[in-house]
C-alpha cells in the first residue's frame, strides 16, 4: 500500500493538470477544485509517508510496471523514496499546496486561468517526481518538464513589462543547465550501462574514470544552473520578478531547492564525492561566493520581488556551502536552512504579493504607509524579515547557527584559513540581509502613506491564510527544533552519508556489500543545540514585560495616548516647527554611507549584470567548464 | 523550584534588573567623569536612575502615523533580548547556564536590540527618524566586520573543536592560562574591541545615528513616556553588556569563589573599562560622518581584529 504513495501523488499532479486544461478552462468551480484536490491529496499522501520513512527509518521503491531489475541490472524506471527525498517532497508538496489556496485570491484578476492551473500542477508534479525518482535520466525528464513548465508561468503575465524578457532568460540559461545535465548522463551511462541511481552509485564505488568525473562536473553545474549559484544566477531575479507572485513563491521555494537536492543526491549519494577536499572546497566557494554576489545586488535593488530573488540567491550560498562541509552537522544546518528558506521566503513573496494585489506596483520608491492599512500584512512580513535575517526566536536563527558552528568547526579542524574567511562571509552576509530587509519595511509598511494609497484595503482571508501558516511555522520551527531535527533533519542526513541502505533496497540486499560501498549505519549525529529551554525564559519575561505595561498603562499619569478620529497638535510628526508635509525617506537609496564606500565593488557587478542574453550565456558556459575542469584536475 | 530559579536568574541576577542597574550605574559613572573632565560638576550618579523613573511616570503618546504595535512593541522587545544576553556572559566564575553561552547567540540578541531601535524609529513615520534609521543600520554594518573577527580570533585561540563559540570554555580557559589580554597577539583584538563598544552603545564620536543636534535623536525623535524610558534603559543596559562582553573575553579569569565578590568586581572591572573606552573617547572627540565611520570600522579596527586573528591563526 505505502509504496504507491510517491508514484500516486506524482501522477494525480499530472493526471490534474490534463483534467484542468479539459474541464476546468472555463469553470472557475471544478478548476480551484481540481487543484486543490491534487495539491492536497499530494501533501497527505506525502505526510503518510513520515511514519515509515523517516521515524522507521525504511526506503520506499516501487518500479514502474514491475520492471524488476533482472540479475543485478536495472532496467526499468524506479521511484525511491529514503529520508532524503521525502524531506524535500515534504517541502515540495507543502509549499504548492500553499501556494495553490494563495493563487485562488490572487489570480481572481487575471485571464486564461486554465493555463495557468494547468502549468501548475505540471511543475508541482515534475518537481515532486525529480524529488521521487530513483532514475536518473527519469530525472533529466522531471527537470525538463520543470524548466518549461517555469518558462511558461514566467510569462503568463506577458502583457506586463519585462514577463517575456525574462522567460527568453530563463529559457535559454535553463537550457544550458538542462543540457550539461543530459550530457553528464549520458557519459555516465556510457560508462556504467545503467541509468538507475543505486546501481550507477554501486558502480562508481569502484573508483570515478576520467570521463565519469568530467560526468560529475557537468551534472554539478547543471544542477548548480537550476539552483540559481552565482554565476548561474542571473535569470533568476527577472524571472522571480516578472512571474505571478504565487508562482515566484513556488520558484523560490522549491523550484531552485530542486536543484539543491539533485545537488545533494549526486554529490553525496551516487558519487560520493563528500572524501575529496577538492569538491569540498569548490562547493564551499561558490557558496560563499554566491550568497554575497546575492545579498549585495540585493541592498541596491528598487523592486520589491527583485529585491527577494536576490536573497533567495544568497540564501542558496548558505545552503550550498553548509552542504559542501561534509560534515553531518553542516549537512543537517544545510538541510535545516533549506526548509526554512521555503518558510521565510515563501512568507515575503507572499507578503509581496499582497502589496502588489492591492496597490498594484512593487516598486520600493512608490510604496509607504502600508502598515497602517495592512497591519496583518505588516505582521507577516516583520516575522518573514526577522526569520530571513537570522534573528533569533525565529527558525533562520537556528539552521544559521548550525552553519555557523559547522563551518568554524571545519576551519578549525581543517586548519584551512578559507574555511574562517567563509565564516566571516556567512556572518556579515546576515547583516546585510538584515540592512536590505529593513530598507523594504521602512519603504513598503512604514513611513507616510501615499494618497494614491488612501483606499487600500486588507487582502482577503484566502491570501492571508497562508500566510499565517507560513509565519507560524516560522516560529514553531525557530522554538521546537530538536523536534525537528529528530523527525526530518537526521534522517535526512543520515540517509545522505548512509548509501548503502539506498542501494540495498533498490537492487537486492547484500548488493551495496558485493560492490564495496560501506553498509555500517553512520552515526546518527548528536549535538548540543542552543537549549530551547531559555524560550520557557524568553516567554517569563515577556511575562514580566507584560505585567510592567499593564501597571503602566492603569497608570494615570503614564498612560498611553493614541491619535483620535480628529488629531490634536501633539500627535502630529514633528517637523521643526513647520507644518506637516509629504515626506517619506525613501527606500531605494536608504544605506547610501554604505553604499558610497562600495561603489567600486558596485560599479563592476552592476555593468556585469548587464541584463544581455549573451552575457549570461558566457557567464553560465565558462562556469560549467571551470567546475568540470577543477574537478577534472584535483579531484583525481 | 527549577522554575523559580529559572525566573530569579532571568528577573533579578544576572537578567533584567542587575543589568539594568548596572548599566544605569555605569551611565552616571560616564557622566559624572565626562562633565570633570570638561571642568563642569555635572549630575550625581544616580541621575540616569532618576531620568527613568521619571520618563516611566509621563504619558506616551502615539503619534498619528505610526503603527501603535510595533510603534510600543520594539522597546519592550529590544528589553527582552538585553535581558537575555546578559544571561550568556559569564561573570568570571558565574555563569547562569553552563553549556548554554555562546558568542553566536550574544551576537544575534544583542542585533535584536538594534534592530528594535530601528524598527521602533521606523514604525513612526517621522522623517527624522527615517535619516535615523539608515545611520543606524549602517553603523550597525560597519561594526559587524571587526565585532566578527574579534570573536573569532578569541575562539580560535581558546580553540575548542566541539563547540567552537562556548563562552564557559573562555572563561575556563581564562581560569587555567591567565587573561586574554596578557597574550600578545590577542592585544589588537582587544582594542579593536574597545573601539567598537561606543559604536554599539552609540557613543561619541560614533552617535551618528541619534544625533541630537542635526536629526534630534534620529529614531527616538516621536518616543516620549515610558517607551522613550526603555529605550533609554535599553541603551544603559547595552553599556553593561559591551563591557560585560571585554571583561569576560579579555580580562576573565578571576575568581574568588562566592557570586557576590565576582559580581562587585566585575561590576568595578566594567566601570574601568567604560571609563576607558566610552567616557575618554566621548571627551576627546567630535561627532564622524556615516561614511567616514563606516571606512574607518572596516579599515582600521577590522585590520587591527584581522591582525590578530592572523596572528592567532599561526600558533602565536
Given at each position: ?636 | ?13 544576572p537578567g533584567a534588573l542587575f543589568t539594568a542597574c548596572v548599566g544605569l550605574f555605569l551611565a552616571g559613572i560616564d557622566r ?13 550618579i544616580?541621575?540616569p536612575m532618576?531620568d527613568f ?25 529590544g528589553f527582552?533580548?538585553l535581558a537575555?544576553v546578559m544571561?550568556?556572559i ?23 536590540g ?83 563598544i561606543?559604536?554599539e552603545v552609540g ?26 524610558g526603555m529605550f533609554k534603559l535599553n541603551t544603559a543596559m547595552k553599556m553593561c553588556i559591551m563591557t560585560g562582553l ?20 566585575f561590576v568595578?572591572?566594567c566601570a574601568?573599562v567604560t571609563?576607558?573606552?566610552i ?38
Open positions: 500500500m505505502m509504496q504507491h504513495f510517491p508514484v500516486l501523488a506524482v501522477m494525480l499532479l499530472f493526471l490534474a493538470a490534463f483534467l484542468v486544461e479539459i474541464f476546468g478552462s472555463k469553470n472557475k468551480v471544478i478548476r480551484n477544485g481540481l487543484t486543490l484536490l491534487a495539491t492536497t491529496n499530494a501533501l497527505v499522501m506525502t505526510l503518510a509517508l513520515i511514519k515509515p520513512v523517516m521515524m522507521n527509518g525504511e526506503v520506499i521503491s516501487y518500479w514502474m510496471g514491475n520492471w524488476a531489475p533482472v540479475s543485478g541490472y536495472a532496467i526499468g524506471i524506479g521511484y525511491e523514496v529514503d529520508a532524503l527525498s521525502l524531506f524535500f517532497g515534504i517541502l515540495v508538496t507543502a509549499t504548492f499546496w500553499l501556494s495553490s489556496i494563495y493563487s485562488i485570491g490572487y489570480m481572481n484578476k487575471d485571464h486564461h486561468l486554465g493555463h495557468y492551473y494547468t502549468l501548475f500542477l505540471m511543475l508541482s508534479g515534475s518537481v515532486l517526481g525529480l524529488v521521487f525518482t530513483g532514475d536518473i535520466f527519469n530525472m533529466f525528464v522531471m527537470i525538463e518538464i520543470m524548466t518549461f513548465a517555469s518558462v511558461a508561468l514566467t510569462a503568463f503575465r506577458n502583457d506586463s513589462e519585462g514577463a517575456l524578457e525574462a522567460a527568453f532568460k530563463y529559457l535559454v540559461i535553463g537550457s544550458i543547465g538542462s543540457s550539461s545535465v543530459l550530457a553528464g548522463v549520458a557519459m555516465l551511462y556510457s560508462q556504467c550501462h545503467t541509468l538507475n541511481m543505486a546501481q550507477l552509485s554501486s558502480i562508481l564505488s569502484g573508483g570515478l574514470t576520467p570521463t565519469s568525473v568530467v560526468a560529475f562536473g557537468l551534472i554539478v553545474a547543471g544542477f548548480g544552473v537550476k539552483s540559481y549559484i552565482v554565476p548561474f544566477h542571473t535569470p533568476a531575479a527577472d524571472a522571480y520578478a516578472a512571474a505571478p507572485t504565487s508562482v515566484s513563491m513556488v520558484f523560490s521555494g522549491m523550484v531552485n531547492k530542486a536543484g539543491v537536492y539533485g545537488m545533494i543526491r549526486m554529490v553525496y549519494i551516487v558519487f560520493r564525492a563528500m572524501d575529496h577536499s577538492s569538491v569540498q572546497m569548490l562547493l564551499a566557494v561558490f557558496g560563499a561566493v554566491t550568497m554575497f554576489v546575492g545579498v549585495t545586488m540585493a541592498l541596491t535593488q528598487h523592486e520589491f520581488k527583485r529585491l527577494l530573488a536576490f536573497h533567495s540567491i544568497s540564501q542558496i550560498g548558505y545552503v550550498i556551502t553548509a552542504v559542501s562541509l561534509g560534515s553531518a552537522l553542516g549537512l543537517t544546518g544545510g538541510l535545516f536552512h533549506a526548509m526554512n528558506h521555503t518558510l521565510f521566503k515563501g512568507l515575503l513573496f507572499l507578503c509581496a504579493g499582497a502589496v502588489l494585489y492591492r496597490t498594484g506596483t512593487t516598486n520600493l520608491d512608490k510604496l509607504g504607509g502600508l502598515s497602517k492599512k495592512m497591519p496583518q500584512t505588516t505582521i507577516c512580513f516583520l516575522i518573514g524579515a526577522g526569520a530571513i535575517s537570522g534573528l533569533p526566536p525565529f527558525n533562520g536563527f537556528a539552521s544559521k547557527w548550525m552553519i555557523y558552528q559547522g563551518i568554524f568547526t571545519k576551519a578549525l579542524t581543517s586548519g584551512n584559513f578559507l574555511y574562517v574567511i567563509i565564516t566571516v562571509t556567512a556572518l556579515i552576509v546576515s547583516v546585510m540581509t538584515l540592512a536590505s530587509f529593513i530598507k523594504v519595511t521602512q519603504a513598503v509598511f512604514f513611513g507616510q502613506l501615499r494618497e494614491e494609497h488612501n483606499d487600500v484595503k486588507e487582502v482577503p482571508a484566502v491570501m492571508l491564510i497562508p500566510m499565517y501558516i507560513m509565519a507560524a511555522l516560522c516560529v514553531i520551527c525557530g522554538t521546537i527544533y530538536p523536534l525537528v531535527s529528530k523527525y526530518l533533519l537526521f534522517p535526512a542526513a543520515n540517509a545522505s552519508l548512509n548509501v548503502g541502505d539506498y542501494i540495498d533496497k533498490m537492487m537486492g540486499a547484500g548488493y551495496a556489500e558485493a560492490a564495496g560501498v560501506p553498509t555500517m549505519l553512520v552515526e546518527p549525529v548528536t549535538f548540543s543545540f542552543w537549549n530551547p529551554v531559555l524560550w520557557l525564559i524568553l516567554f517569563g519575561i515577556v511575562f514580566f514585560a507584560a505585567v510592567i505595561v499593564i501597571l503602566l498603562g492603569t497608570n494615570e499619569r503614564g498612560k498611553i495616548l493614541t491619535a483620535g478620529e480628529k488629531p490634536e497638535a501633539k500627535y502630529a510628526t514633528f517637523f521643526s516647527g513647520e507644518e506637516e508635509m509629504f515626506s517619506q525617506v525613501g527606500g531605494s537609496d536608504l544605506f547610501w554611507g554604505f553604499k558610497k564606500n562600495w561603489k567600486g565593488y558596485y560599479k563592476v557587478f552592476t555593468e556585469l549584470h548587464s541584463g544581455i542574453v549573451t552575457d549570461y550565456t558566457s557567464y553560465t558556459v565558462i562556469a560549467t567548464a571551470i567546475i568540470v575542469m577543477c574537478l577534472f584536475i584535483f579531484m583525481r | 523550584m527549577q522554575i523559580l530559579l529559572f525566573l530569579v536568574k532571568v528577573l533579578i541576577f559624572k567623569v565626562i562633565a570633570h573632565m570638561q571642568k563642569r560638576i555635572g549630575p550625581p544616580r541621575q532618576y523613573f521619571k520618563l516611566m511616570g509621563k504619558e506616551t503618546i502615539v503619534p498619528a502615523r505610526a503603527n501603535k504595535l510595533v510603534f510600543l512593541g520594539a522597546p519592550i522587545a527582552i533580548s537575555i544571561l550568556f559569564p561573570i568570571f566564575g558565574f555563569t547562569a547556564f553552563s553549556g548554554t553561552a555562546d558568542l553566536i547567540v550574544i551576537l544575534y540578541f544583542l542585533t535584536i538594534g534592530v528594535a531601535l530601528i524598527v521602533g524609529g521606523s514604525s513612526s513615520g517621522s522623517p527624522y527618524a527615517g535619516i535615523g534609521i539608515s545611520r543606524e543600520m549602517v553603523t550597525m554594518m560597519s561594526y559587524e566586520l571587526p565585532f566578527v573577527l574579534v570573536l573569532l580570533s578569541v575562539a580560535r585561540k581558546v580553540g575548542g573543536s566541539t563547540l567552537a563559540f562556548s563562552m564557559n570554555q573562555i572563561a575556563d580557559y581564562q581560569a587555567a592560562n591567565g587573561s586574554l589580554l596578557f597574550s600578545w597577539s590577542m592585544i589588537p583584538a582587544a582594542i579593536a574591541l574597545l573601539l567598537i561606543p559604536a557613543m561619541q564620536p560614533f552617535d551618528v545615528a541619534e544625533a541630537e543636534t542635526e536629526i534630534c535623536e534620529g529614531p527616538l525623535i516621536e518616543y516620549s513616556g515610558a517607551a522613550l571585554f571583561t569576560s573575553l579579555f580580562l576573565g579569569g578571576i575568581r574568588t569563589g562566592t557570586v557576590v565578590c565576582d559580581a562587585i568586581i568595578a572591572v574601568v571609563l576607558v573606552c567616557t575618554t573617547i566621548h571627551a576627546v572627540t567630535a561627532r564622524l560622518k556615516i561614511e567616514h565611520l563606516f571606512k574607518f570600522y572596516w579599515t582600521v579596527v577590522s585590520g587591527l581584529a584581522l591582525a590578530s586573528l592572523i596572528l592567532v591563526w599561526m600558533g602565536l
